[in-house]
């Protein structure tokens, strides 16, 4: 079932800032083509830069991304992936609504890698290259299927060259504190998703306040960047989505 997701308190002249969290192996440019959008719009938009060695440092850079957006209200965070454990564990009086863009959505006590291992395996372990303990990369052959399916092949070289190798030690730590139980939020199931399963996002999305649902592959972000876009902006000013 697919659901709209909520007005935000937000003054459509005065919108909020939008926080953005990239996944595993990511970096902050998968992005850009989403911030360049908001922007254009006139919503203030930071953007986390992970790796940081756990997930409890990777929080503390989301963090302090979202002082960058002081003055712009209590703020919209969107986790792709990874990147939605990391959202989760932001302080809640700092958000005003979060979404999760085919994102982990841990409660307290789960671990990002031990919810993919009891979820229906999907295309992402063939894809590793590297020791799953200490750190891993996306084997270049396999990345653009594996992240861009409905790319054409420019715009998934473009994305995939900017991969970077993965410490998975903060996909093994627990989480310690679950905005969602405080804040409302949005979960974006991908149905085409070959990273993270769709009956995995099925399960977090019975966790949120709204849901979504989109034709997607896994990097939403980038194959359904104008509705990503549109979501966000629909949140930061207050109004509600279409579909």
């Given at each position: 079932?697919?659901?709209?997701?909520?007005?935000?308190?937000?003054?459509?002249?005065?919108?909020?800032?939008?926080?953005?969290?990239?996944?595993?192996?990511?970096?902050?440019?998968?992005?850009?083509?989403?911030?360049?959008?908001?922007?254009?719009?006139?919503?203030?938009?930071?953007?986390?830069?992970?790796?940081?060695g756990s997930l409890a440092a990777d929080v503390a850079a989301a963090?302090?991304?979202?002082?960058?957006?002081?003055?712009?209200?209590?703020?919209?965070?969107?986790?792709?992936?990874?990147?939605?454990?990391?959202?989760?564990?932001?302080?809640?009086?700092?958000?005003d609504h979060l979404v999760y863009l085919a994102a982990m959505m841990?409660?307290?006590?789960?671990?990002?890698?031990?919810?993919?291992?009891?979820?229906?395996?999907?295309?992402?372990?063939?894809?590793?290259?590297?020791?799953?303990?200490?750190?891993?990369?996306?084997?270049?052959?396999?990345?653009?299927?594996?992240?861009?399916?409905?790319?054409?092949?420019?715009?998934?070289?473009?994305?995939?060259?900017?991969?970077?190798?993965?410490?998975?030690?903060?996909?093994?730590?627990?989480?310690?504190?679950?905005?969602?139980?405080?804040?409302?939020?949005?979960?974006?199931?991908?149905?085409?998703?070959?990273?993270?399963?769709?009956?995995?996002?099925?399960?977090?999305?019975?966790?949120?306040?709204?849901?979504?649902?989109?034709?997607?592959?896994?990097?939403?972000?980038?194959?359904?960047?104008?509705?990503?876009?549109?979501?966000?902006?629909?949140?930061?000013?207050?109004?509600?989505?279409?579909?």
């Open positions: 079932m697919t659901l709209s997701a909520p007005s935000s308190p937000a003054s459509p002249a005065a919108p909020r800032g939008v926080l953005l969290v990239h996944g595993a192996w990511h970096t902050g440019h998968a992005w850009d083509g989403v911030a360049a959008g908001l922007r254009a719009r006139g919503v203030a938009v930071a953007v986390a830069e992970l790796h940081r963090g302090a991304a979202l002082d960058r957006l002081d003055g712009h209200g209590p703020a919209v965070a969107c986790g792709h992936s990874y990147g939605g454990a990391v959202v989760t564990g932001l302080p809640p009086h700092r958000i841990p409660d307290r006590g789960e671990t990002a890698l031990g919810l993919l291992a009891a979820a229906p395996p999907t295309a992402l372990a063939a894809g590793m290259v590297g020791d799953p303990a200490g750190t891993t990369t996306i084997d270049p052959e396999a990345a653009g299927s594996l992240f861009h399916a409905q790319l054409d092949a420019a715009e998934r070289a473009r994305h995939t060259a900017r991969l970077v190798p993965q410490a998975m030690a903060p996909g093994r730590q627990p989480t310690t504190a679950a905005a969602w139980h405080q804040r409302p939020s949005t979960y974006v199931v991908c149905t085409e998703d070959r990273v993270v399963h769709p009956h995995l996002q099925h399960r977090f999305a019975a966790r949120a306040t709204h849901v979504l649902t989109w034709r997607s592959d896994h990097g939403a972000f980038a194959s359904h960047e104008a509705e990503t876009v549109d979501l966000l902006h629909r949140l930061a000013t207050g109004s509600r989505p279409d579909h």
